[in-house]
């Protein structure tokens, strides 16, 4: 009877072991295996202590055991995740607010149907670790494992995809810049980018802030949608009317002069009578695909519609837009009704 192989695990090992010779790690298995019904998609993390954190590999976002992905490059989603957590000196508990957190990652992979990539990010909406309401990391971003890199297996390639955590206000650059370049302005404070749940915002360091504020000057934003609660538009009697809820209206007008200045667009909800911001020589709206309504802005007119994008529930007919009126709807109003007598 021929012995059941695991190959991509084999790859996974081997890539470690290499990085780690000799070091025999704490491993956590899953119970019951998610293809047959298992809580959780991740077959097992390993964790090797180092000096000053915790670096955390898990086995299960690619193809362990057999080929099942149908890209003959890539194994399984293409990715692994890791994640290194900051360790005090003589701490041998291992994080397990992590390994709960890897998993979340996992299962929200297969819920959307869609893998991480370095440069993804998300807010975690809460503390990361439920057991430190105090801790200012309430954000994550991507990136390649500074260490790990990508592997060949026998199934395609494995990125080491690394969790990092960040701060709000960390979280809120990328809205305006890039999280890619985010995460390099970061090394110099986090070399490896560990996550660390006691450090403070690093955007509060002077020198930080300063490479922060020349890189949103030099390569504006790299966000190119905004979802809106509200967004329609309709052409009457040659005036083109764009309604936009307030916070969208608000979001759009801060990310135009660092869109459309650099030639690229801006689209706020991409179908279903959106609006897509673009840079051009002369004023222009008409409608395009997916019911999305197109509009051409040149420099002073674009200066124009972000200020009255930006100024609250009201209509706007800006100067250098002949024939556009903006209207920024106010937010609902959820009303509250006194308890009985």
């Given at each position: 009877m021929t012995e059941p192989t695991s190959p991509g695990w084999d790859a996974i090992d081997a890539a470690l072991d290499r990085r780690y010779p000799g070091v025999r790690p704490l491993h956590h298995a899953s119970g019951l295996p998610y293809a047959a019904g298992g809580r959780d998609p991740l077959d097992?993390?390993?964790?090797?202590p180092r000096d000053d954190h915790?670096?955390?590999v898990g086995y299960g976002m690619s193809d362990l055991h057999e080929k099942r992905s149908p890209d003959e490059e890539e194994?399984?989603?293409?990715?692994?995740?890791?994640?290194?957590?900051?360790?005090?000196?003589?701490?041998?508990?291992?994080?397990?607010?992590?390994?709960?957190?890897?998993?979340?990652?996992?299962r929200n992979v297969y819920a959307r149907q869609a893998p991480f990539v370095p440069g993804s990010h998300l807010q975690v909406n809460?503390?990361?670790?439920?057991?430190?309401?105090?801790?200012a990391i309430?954000?994550?971003?991507?990136?390649?494992?500074?260490?790990?890199g990508t592997i060949d297996t026998p199934h395609g390639t494995v990125q080491f995809l690394?969790?990092?955590?960040?701060t709000p206000q960390e979280y809120a650059v990328i809205d305006r810049w890039d999280a890619r370049r985010l995460l390099d302005a970061?090394?110099?404070?986090?070399?490896?980018?560990?996550?660390?749940?006691?450090?403070?915002?690093?955007t509060a360091d002077p020198g930080v802030a300063a490479v922060i504020e020349e890189g949103v000057r030099r390569d504006g934003s790299s966000r190119a949608l905004i979802p809106a609660k509200k967004a329609n538009w309709r052409i009457e009697d040659g005036v083109t009317t764009v309604t936009l809820d307030v916070a969208a209206a608000?979001?759009?007008?801060?990310?135009?002069?660092?869109r459309l200045p650099y030639g690229r667009d801006l689209t706020v909800n991409p179908f279903d009578k959106g609006v897509k911001f673009g840079p051009g020589e002369e004023f222009a709206a008409a409608p395009g695909r997916f019911d999305v309504l197109g509009i051409r802005l040149p420099a002073d007119a674009a200066t124009e519609v972000a200020t009255a994008l930006r100024s609250g529930a009201g209509t706007y007919r800006p100067a250098g837009t002949p024939g556009l009126q903006l209207r920024v709807a106010p937010a609902t109003r959820r009303f509250t009704f006194p308890p009985p007598a």
């Amino acid at each position: 009877m021929t012995e059941p192989t695991s190959p991509g695990w084999d790859a996974i090992d081997a890539a470690l072991d290499r990085r780690y010779p000799g070091v025999r790690p704490l491993h956590h298995a899953s119970g019951l295996p998610y293809a047959a019904g298992g809580r959780d998609p991740l077959d097992g993390i390993s964790l090797y202590p180092r000096d000053d954190h915790w670096h955390l590999v898990g086995y299960g976002m690619s193809d362990l055991h057999e080929k099942r992905s149908p890209d003959e490059e890539e194994s399984g989603w293409g990715f692994e995740f890791t994640i290194r957590v900051a360790r005090a000196a003589g701490d041998d508990e291992p994080p397990t607010w992590a390994l709960s957190f890897m998993q979340n990652l996992a299962r929200n992979v297969y819920a959307r149907q869609a893998p991480f990539v370095p440069g993804s990010h998300l807010q975690v909406n809460g503390p990361i670790s439920t057991a430190r309401p105090d801790t200012a990391i309430r954000a994550v971003a991507f990136a390649e494992d500074p260490e790990l890199g990508t592997i060949d297996t026998p199934h395609g390639t494995v990125q080491f995809l690394q969790i990092v955590g960040l701060t709000p206000q960390e979280y809120a650059v990328i809205d305006r810049w890039d999280a890619r370049r985010l995460l390099d302005a970061l090394r110099p404070s986090l070399p490896l980018l560990v996550t660390d749940l006691d450090r403070t915002d690093l955007t509060a360091d002077p020198g930080v802030a300063a490479v922060i504020e020349e890189g949103v000057r030099r390569d504006g934003s790299s966000r190119a949608l905004i979802p809106a609660k509200k967004a329609n538009w309709r052409i009457e009697d040659g005036v083109t009317t764009v309604t936009l809820d307030v916070a969208a209206a608000e979001h759009a007008g801060r990310l135009l002069p660092l869109r459309l200045p650099y030639g690229r667009d801006l689209t706020v909800n991409p179908f279903d009578k959106g609006v897509k911001f673009g840079p051009g020589e002369e004023f222009a709206a008409a409608p395009g695909r997916f019911d999305v309504l197109g509009i051409r802005l040149p420099a002073d007119a674009a200066t124009e519609v972000a200020t009255a994008l930006r100024s609250g529930a009201g209509t706007y007919r800006p100067a250098g837009t002949p024939g556009l009126q903006l209207r920024v709807a106010p937010a609902t109003r959820r009303f509250t009704f006194p308890p009985p007598a």
